[in-house]
């Protein structure tokens, strides 16, 4: 018992307490540099997914420009359709057929950064729920705008292709200029290598009651692809806003 006694009760007690702080410590510092590096992580995830909306932003401005010129090319052709038979501007309908004879098959909407967010633990730690909901919609928003560039991209192969190769001539009308629709900067890759030595009279389709039709669903697409890239810009801005917000209050 005298040897009990003698023990220092209070700095064993002390030194004990200082060891239990010190791991409880430890593991709190490690628990928070731990949350400070994966806060970090996903800033750095956000701001990825971030300059690739106003990339897409800028994406979907430039095909917004195509889809329109191409729309104002099938609403040319039919108001030529609709006007005097009797004399043709034939230059005019070739840049026309050349217009609406293009397509783009891609979707104008960078989500390698958004793809990989969403595929990883660090989405799931994001506090703001509107965001994290907005965020989770983009695999839906990208779905609709690719059935409507589909859409375009089968008429162009499965319809009108071959519309034009029974009854018009592609080499003709494909070097009547040299740019793309809604593009003001000249293109020479598309040019057909070869001049013509002989060409026919386009002007023909315009009496074709089966090629008035091809322009009017021409039209039609091309106004469901415009009503596409206008959502997905709205939605593009809203993602934006949502991820500043959330950046900034993360600082």
Not at 44 to 66: I, M, Q
Not at 100 to 124: I, Q, R
Not at 198 to 205: E, I, M, P, Y
Not at 235 to 246: K, V, Y
Request: proline letters at 3%.
């Amino acid at each position: 018992m005298t040897g009990l006694r003698n023990v220092p009760w209070t700095r064993v007690f002390a030194e004990g307490t200082a060891i239990v702080v010190s791991i409880l410590l430890a593991f709190w510092i490690q628990a928070w540099w731990d949350d400070k590096q994966d806060r970090e992580d996903l800033q750095d995830s956000l701001f990825a997914v971030l300059d690739d909306f106003y990339e897409s932003k800028e994406l979907v401005k430039t095909r917004r420009s195509f889809a329109s010129a191409r729309q104002h090319s099938y609403v040319s052709l039919l108001e030529i359709a609709n006007g005097d038979q009797s004399n043709h501007d034939e230059p005019l309908i070739d840049g026309l057929l050349r217009d609406v004879s293009w397509y783009l098959s891609d979707v104008p909407v960078n989500t390698t950064a958004l793809d990989a967010l969403l595929t990883g633990n660090k989405f799931e730690s994001l506090r703001n729920d509107t965001l994290r909901r907005n965020l989770a919609d983009w695999p839906a928003r990208i779905a609709f705008v690719e059935t409507q560039v589909s859409v375009d991209k089968q008429f162009a192969w499965e319809i009108w292709t071959p519309y034009i190769n029974r009854k018009g001539l592609y080499p003709q009308f494909w070097n009547s200029h040299n740019r793309t629709p809604g593009n003001i900067d000249t293109i020479s890759s598309y040019n057909f290598p070869i001049t013509l030595r002989h060409k026919v009279n386009h002007s023909k389709l315009l009496v074709d009651n089966e090629f008035i039709n091809l322009l009017f669903l021409g039209w039609i697409i091309q106004e469901n692809v415009l009503n596409a890239m206008t959502l997905v810009e709205a939605s593009l801005d809203q993602s934006i806003d949502l991820l500043t917000a959330e950046l900034d209050q993360s600082h």
